[in-house]
């Protein structure tokens, strides 16, 4: 049975990148550890395309970041020295703990222009780990397990299902796959985590009898366990065990109030590091806390 449906809401994140807001939706904070969820593009961009198209440094707290790319690239850099391009069907996996700053840039998009498309992912950190030290981390080929049948091809992009597990070090059980479906295919959804969703990336997939279209999140009860594919599509699973409540606060995620009231004050005076690659502009903290956070992971 489908518990939720949650359609994308259109946001501006500036310079021309617009992106599908699933969550946190009002009725539905969190799937899991899931606290964000955006679809980026699909879009096209042409060689010259301005610098407001990029993600200025901005920093976050109390979560992990996880970049997914059916297609484009994006170059990462942050303040524990990482710099990294992400391509598709790679994973940049970021834990922000008690605090890290970066920046997405769209350099071959500027250059050469591209297509992007791809999901942007926060997963709250649990409580005993929100201060973690800050790590990043880049995952493909054998560290992102895949598999092929009956239609379904499919990719693991952290945790544990399928009989496999990911390579990104995670804080609490979770599961997250890309799946591209065949027309007529049936995948399976992990049983074994309390919450659960599929997202639909592109085409239209059967659930209990019932058709969705791209740009839904069907957030799914204890017992649904197959969705069948009406057209060739692509969609996400994912799903893990209830954190507690957290809040959000522009970037920063944490089940304290008042840490996100600090953070705030920290990135307003200045106190959080920049990339040392990517230190001569900031997204500066909004005069007024936003319901749901502006930029991308």
């Known amino acids: ?60 707290i109390g979560l992990s970041t996880v970049t997914y790319l059916f297609s484009g690239e994006i170059m990462h850099r942050d303040s524990v020295g990482s710099e990294q391009v992400v391509r598709p069907q790679e994973v940049n996996w970021m834990t922000a703990g008690s605090g890290i700053t970066h920046s997405e840039r769209f350099e071959k998009a500027r250059a050469v222009g591209d297509h992007l498309h791809g999901i942007q992912a926060w997963v709250a950190l649990p409580t005993e780990y929100e201060e973690t030290a800050p790590a990043f981390s880049h995952h493909a080929g054998a560290d992102l397990p895949q598999w092929s049948e009956a239609g379904v091809h499919g990719q693991l992009i952290a945790g544990s299902a399928y009989g496999l597990t990911a390579g990104a070090r995670t ?46 999140m069907l957030v799914l009860d204890a017992h649904t366990s197959q969705l069948r594919a009406c057209e060739r599509s692509t969609v996400m699973v994912l799903g893990g065990e209830p954190l507690g ?31 040392d690659a990517d230190h001569d502009e900031f997204i500066p903290l909004p005069e007024e806390p936003p319901a749901q956070p502006p930029a991308m992971s």
Do not use: C
């Not at 399976?188 to 659930?207: D, F, H, K, S, W």
């Not at 957290?246 to 106190?271: I, M, P, T």
């Open 1 to 60: 049975m489908i518990e939720m449906v949650i359609e994308q809401r259109r946001r501006s994140l500036g310079g021309g990148l617009d992106v599908g807001r699933v969550l946190p939706f009002a009725k539905r904070r969190m799937v899991g550890p899931f606290v964000f969820f955006d679809h980026m593009g699909p879009l096209d961009v042409a060689a010259g395309a301005p610098r407001e198209l990029d993600v200025r440094p901005h920093p976050h």
């Open 171 to 216: 804080h609490s059980p979770l599961f997250y796959a890309h799946l591209d479906l065949d027309a007529g295919a049936f995948a399976e959804v992990p049983a074994g985590r309390r919450e659960r969703a599929v997202y639909i990336a592109t085409g239209e997939i059967e659930v209990d009898g019932q058709r969705h279209g791209a740009g839904h």
């Open 245 to 275: 409540e957290r809040y959000l606060y522009w970037n920063f995620v944490s089940s304290s109030k008042e840490r996100l009231e600090q953070a705030a004050q920290d990135w307003r005076a200045g106190r959080m590091k920049l990339p």
